[in-house]
């Protein structure tokens, strides 16, 4: 008896273990999703603040900016030859690696959720649902109910 519920008290530790290493990855894949997408679109906004002024005044905005590009020399790190494309494609790569990790977090690391027995009051039958529901359909009677969380 005592060696069971030791067990148990073992599976309970080592679940809230996991919990907490899920919830700590995903808080960190979440900020660093949040570094590459600020980073992207200040890489981005860089590109057009050092372009706008050639942009704003040329007449085909768009062939511009691409010409500009391929052209502009920024002197952002010195002795180093760097075209504006550099910078524009690596917004564009930061900015959507962001979005994509900040998704896929999303989706590696949903917590699941624990069910447990609910007990419709109108119609007293039982069914196994997420706990996290307030307000729900019975699914045999269709009542809207408040449902009663029971012991399996
Ligand atoms: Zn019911």
């Known amino acids: 008896m005592l060696h069971k519920s030791n067990k148990t008290k073992r599976q309970t530790k080592e679940r ?8 700590r990855t995903q808080k960190s894949t979440y900020v ?45 790190i010195p002795g180093l030859e760097f075209k504006l494309v550099y910078l524009f494609i690596l917004g564009d790569v930061m900015l959507i690696s962001g979005v994509l990790t900040w998704i896929l977090s999303r989706q590696w690391f949903l917590l699941p959720g624990k069910t447990v027995w609910f007990q419709c009051p109108y119609c007293n039958k039982k069914w196994k649902s ?13 009542q809207l109910i408040h449902p009663k969380m029971i012991e399996k």
């Open 16 to 23: 809230e273990s996991r919990m907490k290493r899920i919830l």
């Open 130 to 142: 997420m706990e996290d529901k307030a307000l729900v359909h019975c699914p045999h009677c269709r």
């Open 32 to 76: 660093l999703s949040l570094i590459l997408c600020l980073t992207g679109m200040a890489a981005l906004f860089t590109t057009l603040w050092k372009t706008w002024p050639q942009i704003s005044s040329s007449e085909n905005a768009f062939s511009t900016f691409l010409t500009l590009l391929w052209t502009e020399k920024p002197d952002l």
